[in-house]
């Protein structure tokens, strides 16, 4: 005689054959909901078209896990396509990785989608001359989970030197970095503020993230000549007058204003 179990039929406790293959209602209905609303979800990922683009972003990322280093066996979307169809083709909202960094990412964004951890986030973009005292200002305004944006650090931490100067060939990487900071937070609300420190406004951000955050916009006003005696002090190579004319020149219409000494 056959060794049975006890499963769900129709909805009563029933006990069948252990062999027996019991479809419950709750898988009828997630496959029905799967064929129907994944439909094109699923056939993207069976094409041609995706074929040739994965194939493209492994060979671009030399096989190599872009969170690990390891070899590489599969292509992801930084941006889930679920939630941005329309970048699903976009090389740079695609990364190679391993199966197990990808596990890694795919929970996360489970859980962020599943288990509550969305939050309000606020976008702070925080401008100001050289020296006007933006970094102090955001260490005396962020709280404990923040992420910061700021070019000078990165410049610093990337460059190793320590007196602000520009390499251009590390610029590019910056502003890589940049961009793909900006696509991710179009899906994230995993921080409490997100602070983008700059010289100058830039119209891309509110372009990218003003449909999916609020974004505050503060503008330091420092006096240039305070400015100038501290990149002096840092002994900071800027072409000082410069940047104070296009400052003067740029469009701060939205930006609250925050008189910095």
């Not at 006990?15 to 699923?42: G, I, P, Q």
């Not at 169809?85 to 929970?107: I, M």
């Not at 910061?148 to 390499?167: A, E, P, R, V």
């Amino acid at each position: 005689m056959k060794p049975t179990k006890l499963t769900f039929v129709n909805g009563k406790p029933t006990l069948v054959s252990y062999d027996k293959v019991v479809r419950t209602e709750n898988d009828k209905a997630y496959n029905y909901h799967r064929k129907v609303n994944d439909n094109e979800y699923m056939k993207f990922y069976h094409s041609t078209e995706w074929k040739h683009k994965r194939q493209e972003i492994l060979e671009r990322d030399y096989h190599l896990c872009q969170r690990c280093g390891m070899e590489a066996e599969l292509v992801d979307h930084i941006i889930p396509s679920k939630d941005d169809w329309s970048d699903r083709l976009n090389s740079d909202n695609l990364q190679s990785l391993c199966r197990e960094c990808h596990k890694v990412k795919t929970k996360r964004e489970w859980m962020k989608h599943h288990k509550g951890m969305t939050r309000y986030m606020d976008i702070n973009i925080v401008c100001g001359l050289p020296g006007s005292g933006k970094t102090t200002y955001v260490k005396q305004h962020m709280t404990e989970h923040d992420l910061i944006y700021d070019y000078d650090s990165l410049m610093c931490s990337l460059s190793g030197l320590n007196n602000h100067q520009t390499n251009h060939d590390i610029h590019d990487y910056i502003m890589l970095f940049f961009d793909q900071m900006l696509r991710k937070l179009k899906s994230e609300q995993t921080f409490n503020n997100v602070w983008i420190i700059r010289t100058l406004p830039d119209k891309k951000i509110d372009t990218l993230l003003s449909n999916y955050h609020h974004i505050n916009h503060i503008v330091l006003i420092t006096d240039p000549i305070v400015c100038e005696q501290r990149l002096r002090e840092q002994k900071r190579q800027i072409e000082f007058q410069k940047v104070l004319n296009n400052f003067n020149g740029a469009d701060f219409t939205g930006y609250r204003v925050v008189k910095n000494r």
